[in-house]
């Protein structure tokens, strides 16, 4: 038997995340799944999930022929909802960090690149918004 100097283990800085915290998240991955799905089945091919940068994060990259597409996934209770939630704010990171994307996939810069949306709601289809924004902004 291991003999103890009677201290205890050292405390941890990181609190346990909020329930609802918690509950996003796992929508949030749930509403990515579902949208890789069903580009998988438009013929698009997924070269990354959750691409983090200092910028921001990509949910979906995905391709299809000669194009790139940057995908950002909303869920919300209603299309509508989820398509007001891609802020102008969103839309900058998303164009920063697709420009971080590029640089570690310079076999991807000579593409057509576009930034797209897929809308997610309960009960219904999801709904993929070509060209959802631009990166003239």
């Not at 979906?60 to 509508?80: G, P, Q, T």
């Not at 900058?92 to 949306?117: K, N, S, Y």
Request: no cysteine; hydrophobic share 50%.
């Amino acid at each position: 038997m291991a003999k103890t100097d009677g201290a205890s283990p050292p405390a941890t800085t990181t609190k346990p995340a909020a329930p609802a915290r918690v509950a996003a998240f796992r929508t949030g991955v749930s509403a990515e799944s579902r949208a890789a799905a069903f580009l998988m089945a438009k013929g698009y091919r997924i070269l990354a999930r959750r691409f983090r940068t200092p910028h921001g994060e990509i949910d979906l990259v995905a391709r299809k022929r000669n194009l790139v597409a940057f995908i950002e996934v909303k869920a919300r209770a209603s299309l509508d909802d989820a398509a007001y939630a891609v802020t102008p704010r969103q839309q900058a990171r998303i164009i920063d960090a697709a420009q971080a994307w590029l640089m570690v996939h310079p076999e991807h810069a000579e593409f057509e690149l576009r930034f797209d949306a897929v809308l997610i709601a309960p009960r219904r289809l999801p709904r993929h918004l070509l060209a959802a924004f631009d990166a003239s902004v």
